[in-house]
Structures are given as C-alpha cells and as structure tokens.
C-alpha cells in the first residue's frame, strides 16, 4: 500500500481505467460492476472510489481517450493525403478502425451529447470530449471548403448539414457492416471490407461534383 500511495493520482486513475475497459469489451459496459473493476485492477472497492466517483466518470475518461485517437488519425489523413478523394477514404478508414478498437464508445460518441456545461453534474472530461467532437468537425469543415474550392466537390453544399448529415450516414453504414457481417457475406457474397468500400463510394459521389 505504501508503494501505491506514492505513485501518482493519475497513475491510479489509468490502471484502473485500463481494467475497466477490457471488462467493457469482455462483459458489456451494464454488465460490469464497479466491484468487477476494483477486483480486475486489484484494489479494494473503497479504494476505487478514493480515484472515481461511479463508473459513469470512468466511461467517460475512456470516451474521452477514444475521441483524442479519433482527432489524430482523422487530422492525420487530413494533412498526409493531397486530393480530395484520398482525404475522403482515409477519414472512412479512420472511423472503421475507431469503430473496431472501440466498439462500445463508437455508439455512445455518436447518442446524445451534454452541453450544459454550466451544471454542477457534468463531468470535465465531458466537456473535453465535447470539444473534441467540435474540433473534428473544424476539420470536417475545412476538407469540404477545400474540396469545393478545388472544384472537386458540389458548389451548393450546406457545410454544417453536409457535415451532420455524412456522420450520420457513414457511422450508420459501419455500425450495419458490423452487426450484418455474416448477412452480407452471405447473400451478396462482399466481405464487411468490400461492402463499406461499396457505400463509402456512393456516399462519396452524392457530394463530389459531376465532371
């Protein structure tokens, strides 16, 4: 214990994260218990309440985690890639790697989002991830307008909408490729690869413009 007590809070707070989130991904995120936490990351249960107040506040660290890899690897296709379309594919390939590394939190960045942030309920790390999402979507924001100005996308798309819209388009797509996966090997005979590659193209051309 004397050891514990000198390594720093945040320490704590990730190894007792780490614990959870390979629970979450074993056992479901309802199903885990703030016991199964304590005993998976070898502390006692009082001890776990010394670094997090319910698991609701450790869900929301590993979200917040999750949304920070998201950034990096959509801001990093962003600046790697040099056209339009590659841009494009590499933002898909993004998502369906967060999706597959972080199946539970896929869903939940995507439900309802807290923005009252002047109430003393709200988690910091809500507010973060918030302005995460925001950030995404500057970004989001500045693929279309460069994609218009190099002619390469429709002249009379709505930014904000066109943006809402293809996160919702493109979540759904990935999230109905996953649970369907055995479904459409079967009856159209694509891999989950071949059918995302299918609809990331279409929902591609209904932005791109006709040349």
């Not at 506040?57 to 962003?78: F, H, N």
């Amino acid at each position: 214990m004397g050891r514990r007590k000198k390594e720093p809070k945040s320490t704590h707070r990730e190894k007792i994260a780490a614990a959870a989130s390979t629970l979450f991904m074993q056992k479901g995120i309802t199903a885990t218990s703030m016991d199964d936490i304590a005993k998976a990351a070898g502390y006692s249960k009082a001890t776990l309440y010394v670094y997090f107040k319910n698991k609701e506040e450790i869900i929301g660290i590993l979200v917040l985690d999750s949304m920070r890899k998201l950034y990096d690897s959509i801001s990093s296709a962003l600046v790697q890639q040099e056209t339009t379309k590659t841009k494009y594919d590499f933002i898909c390939r993004g998502l369906v790697q967060y999706q597959e590394e972080f199946p539970f939190y896929f869903k939940m960045v995507l439900d309802k989002i807290n923005i009252d942030f002047e109430n003393n309920d709200c988690l910091p790390e809500e507010k973060e991830t918030y302005q995460i999402g925001e950030k995404i979507n500057d970004k989001l924001k500045d693929f279309l307008i460069s994609g218009m100005e190099n002619d390469d996308l429709r002249e009379d798309l709505k930014i904000i909408p066109t943006i809402f819209t293809f996160w919702g388009m493109l979540s759904g797509l990935i999230q109905l490729a996953t649970n369907k996966e055995n479904y459409i090997q079967s009856t159209m005979n694509l891999s989950k690869k071949q059918f995302l590659d299918y609809g990331f193209q279409m929902l591609y051309q209904s932005i791109a413009k006709e040349k």
